[in-house]
């Protein structure tokens, strides 16, 4: 048996940016020998993307992938560093093949994905992020993903891509009504997300604390505005339902018609096709969000470079 530990895996890993089921196979294949399984590594292709990991990745693609059944989709985010990247044809193959493995996979977290195989190749997802690296020249990660299952329910997932995937929406409806009458709304209510960015789906979902914080701000505001006491409360009220407005799906106005509410369009449907319809869950991503972006001062990267060969 080859001779070496978890720590030396994670050491391996944290130096080579390899995932750790590759990193294990390396170790065993050198029989311990950290800097032959780092020669092991890079000889495979999978070490050369190390090398780009202190590089940002605030571009690429949001891919929303739905099972022909419509009851599992994935949404899924990879990010590069260009967007003429994000915009290739083998980028865009790459994406979509990882949320087709992500569709099928039981995988929970981005790392047990990473290890995940192909079913038509038997690469991991980690070697296939590898191999486009080396080949395309630029950091490529997979962030984050959502699955949603609908397992025995009735009803469909349905999806909507933004801009060629800035923006990606699944949105999981159930229903007893047939899937056909419910395709036009599901995708009408993913497109209401994109554009009006709600987090929950109704008044019940808001966190209880955050609520509370949002009073205790409109309270001040109020109080700062010189309002009367007596009259801050009903104030306070009326700003609150305008924040349900702005936060909850189900309160909002609807995009196609400002007179309607997405509940009220959504009741609409039910009385038509003759069953109750409920948004039970949505996702809504936005290539990049969250990530700062990267601000090249070459002068100090000279400096710095300089500084090394002394």
Not at 68 to 97: I, P
Not at 209 to 219: D, F, G, H, N, V
Not at 240 to 261: F, G, M, N, T
Not at 280 to 293: A, D, N, P, S
């Amino acid at each position: 048996m080859a001779n070496f530990t978890n720590q030396d895996v994670m050491k391996l890993r944290e130096q080579t940016g390899v995932g750790m089921m590759d990193c294990k196979k390396a170790l065993v294949e050198t029989d311990g020998n950290f800097e032959e399984a780092i020669k092991y590594l890079r000889e495979k292709g999978m070490a050369s993307a190390a090398k780009k990991a202190s590089r940002v990745a605030a571009e690429g693609i949001v891919k929303c992938v739905v099972s022909k059944d419509g009851k599992t989709a994935v949404a899924v985010e990879v990010n590069c560093e260009t967007d003429f990247v994000a915009r290739s044809d083998q980028f865009v193959a790459l994406v979509d093949k990882i949320a087709s493995i992500i569709l099928g996979a039981k995988a929970t977290s981005v790392e047990q994905v990473l290890e995940v195989s192909c079913p038509e190749c038997g690469k991991t997802v980690n070697v296939l992020i590898a191999e486009a690296t080396a080949a395309i020249g630029e950091k490529i990660s997979l962030r984050r993903f959502t699955k949603f299952e609908l397992g025995a329910k009735s009803g469909l997932i349905s999806s909507y891509i933004h801009m060629g995937g800035k923006i990606g929406v699944l949105a999981e409806i159930e229903s007893k009504a047939k899937q056909a009458d419910l395709m036009e709304l599901a995708f009408n209510i993913c497109m209401q997300i994109a554009a009006s960015k709600p987090q929950v789906v109704g008044i019940a979902d808001v966190d209880a604390s955050q609520l509370e914080a949002e009073k205790e701000i409109l309270t001040v505001q109020a109080r700062n505005e010189g309002k009367p006491e007596a009259i801050i409360g009903k104030m306070v009220e009326g700003r609150i339902h305008k924040y349900y407005k702005e936060v909850c799906l189900l309160e909002q106005e609807y995009v196609r018609d400002s007179a309607l509410s997405v509940k009220d369009v959504i009741a609409d449907t039910a009385k038509k096709v003759g069953a109750e319809i409920n948004v039970t869950r949505f996702v809504r991503y936005e290539m990049g969000e969250g990530i700062e972006k990267r601000v090249d001062n070459f002068v100090d990267e000279i400096a710095e470079q300089l500084k090394s060969i002394k």
